[in-house]
């Protein structure tokens, strides 16, 4: 069994935000603060990995270095990515006549450094600009030592993904959706704030219907929530109201990794005025019986499957374009 002294309650979580907050009922259990010092593989598996419930580990990474602007720049500095371009309307759009989200949204390509000087002269707040989900295979940051230590300890094994940057500026809104996978996400510089609703409020949340991969590829996915959890409408939404219970929020630090199951909602926000930085990896979900049993999964395939005849037509364009080569890895950043 897991000592008591491992698991604390989130110290830093207030359970709700302040428009969440007048739900009255307490449905929700706080997301647990462990440290990893004194957690096993075998702990690990058996209170959060097998039943799906989301962690914050503390004390595995501190050997690793602030991710500031300068050690990115330092990094990665001439490394190409493409960076969302989500615009400043974006979030004060009725989300149902979104026709792009999340990997879907427009992109251009910068290099780290351009990025930066963005950062730095205020285009990033102005356009809403986010270097979201970028793959640091092929750089220098690949391979973490630190990271690799910690996900052995943990027993994390069946990786789906590389390792992926996000950076962006206080402010800006990774809007309400969850993954198909299990994820672990790593606070590097900064804090996020993040709201999470359990699998079970899947229809509360409004999630776009999986029929909208057959318009818009994967584009738009029917993993993300049409309501605004902070200022929901509802007429429109009225079941809403019922998710409002399950809604817990916390803030991650630098050095701590959230591990987020499969069908977590989950909507992060970075925290203060300047550069906020993370990496995340996804997981295959173990054990299989959790994946087999996760509807929310299921349905992210089903749209996925919906969205192959968009997927080769967009295969085929990238093919015969100019910039084959461009065209194509822009298209693998989507999947
Ligand atoms: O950090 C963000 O903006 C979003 C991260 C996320 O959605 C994830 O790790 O699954």
């Given at each position: 069994m897991r000592s008591r002294s491992a698991i604390s309650s989130s110290t830093h979580s207030s359970p709700k935000t302040?428009?969440?907050s007048n739900s009255g009922t307490s449905t929700n259990a706080i997301v647990q603060r462990v440290s990893g010092a004194s957690l096993t593989a075998a702990e690990f598996f058996q209170h959060y990995q097998k039943p799906g419930i989301p962690v914050i580990i503390t004390g595995l990474l501190d050997a690793e270095p602030d991710w500031n602007l300068d050690y990115l720049c330092q990094q990665l500095g001439d490394q190409p990515f493409p960076v969302r371009q989500y615009g400043r309307d974006r979030y004060q759009q009725d989300k149902r006549q979104w026709t792009s989200s999340g990997s879907g949204v427009p992109a251009?390509?910068?290099?780290?450094?351009?990025?930066?000087?963005?950062?730095?002269?205020?285009?990033?707040?102005?356009?809403?600009?986010?270097?979201?989900?970028?793959?640091?295979?092929?750089?220098?940051?690949?391979?973490?030592?630190?990271?690799?230590?910690?996900?052995?300890?943990?027993?994390?094994?069946?990786?789906?993904?590389?390792?992926?940057?996000w950076v962006g500026l206080g402010g800006h809104t990774s809007c309400l959706h969850y993954d198909p996978m299990d994820g672990t996400l790593v606070q590097l510089h900064g804090a996020k704030k993040i709201l999470l609703f359990p699998p079970s409020q899947l229809y509360n949340l409004y999630p776009f219907p999986v029929i909208k991969h057959l318009y818009h590829g994967l584009k738009l996915r029917a993993v993300y929530s049409q309501v605004y959890p902070e200022r929901p409408d509802l007429e429109a939404f009225p079941k809403f109201q019922h998710a409002i219970p399950y809604a817990q929020e916390i803030t991650l630090y630098p050095k701590e990794i959230l591990f987020l199951p499969s069908g977590w909602w989950h909507e992060v926000t970075a925290l203060g005025e300047e550069m906020v930085c993370s990496i995340n990896r996804f997981w295959h979900v173990l054990p299989l019986s959790r994946a087999f049993s996760s509807w929310s999964k299921w349905r992210a395939h089903l749209g996925g499957v919906l969205a192959a005849p968009h997927i080769f037509g967009n295969v085929m364009g990238a093919i015969s374009s100019g910039n084959r080569q461009g065209e194509l890895s822009k298209l693998i950043q989507r999947l």
């Amino acid at each position: 069994m897991r000592s008591r002294s491992a698991i604390s309650s989130s110290t830093h979580s207030s359970p709700k935000t302040a428009s969440l907050s007048n739900s009255g009922t307490s449905t929700n259990a706080i997301v647990q603060r462990v440290s990893g010092a004194s957690l096993t593989a075998a702990e690990f598996f058996q209170h959060y990995q097998k039943p799906g419930i989301p962690v914050i580990i503390t004390g595995l990474l501190d050997a690793e270095p602030d991710w500031n602007l300068d050690y990115l720049c330092q990094q990665l500095g001439d490394q190409p990515f493409p960076v969302r371009q989500y615009g400043r309307d974006r979030y004060q759009q009725d989300k149902r006549q979104w026709t792009s989200s999340g990997s879907g949204v427009p992109a251009i390509t910068l290099s780290f450094s351009e990025y930066a000087d963005r950062l730095r002269n205020g285009t990033v707040r102005d356009q809403d600009l986010y270097l979201a989900r970028c793959s640091l295979q092929q750089t220098p940051l690949s391979q973490l030592p630190n990271l690799t230590q910690a996900e052995n300890q943990l027993g994390l094994r069946l990786p789906a993904t590389a390792l992926n940057l996000w950076v962006g500026l206080g402010g800006h809104t990774s809007c309400l959706h969850y993954d198909p996978m299990d994820g672990t996400l790593v606070q590097l510089h900064g804090a996020k704030k993040i709201l999470l609703f359990p699998p079970s409020q899947l229809y509360n949340l409004y999630p776009f219907p999986v029929i909208k991969h057959l318009y818009h590829g994967l584009k738009l996915r029917a993993v993300y929530s049409q309501v605004y959890p902070e200022r929901p409408d509802l007429e429109a939404f009225p079941k809403f109201q019922h998710a409002i219970p399950y809604a817990q929020e916390i803030t991650l630090y630098p050095k701590e990794i959230l591990f987020l199951p499969s069908g977590w909602w989950h909507e992060v926000t970075a925290l203060g005025e300047e550069m906020v930085c993370s990496i995340n990896r996804f997981w295959h979900v173990l054990p299989l019986s959790r994946a087999f049993s996760s509807w929310s999964k299921w349905r992210a395939h089903l749209g996925g499957v919906l969205a192959a005849p968009h997927i080769f037509g967009n295969v085929m364009g990238a093919i015969s374009s100019g910039n084959r080569q461009g065209e194509l890895s822009k298209l693998i950043q989507r999947l």
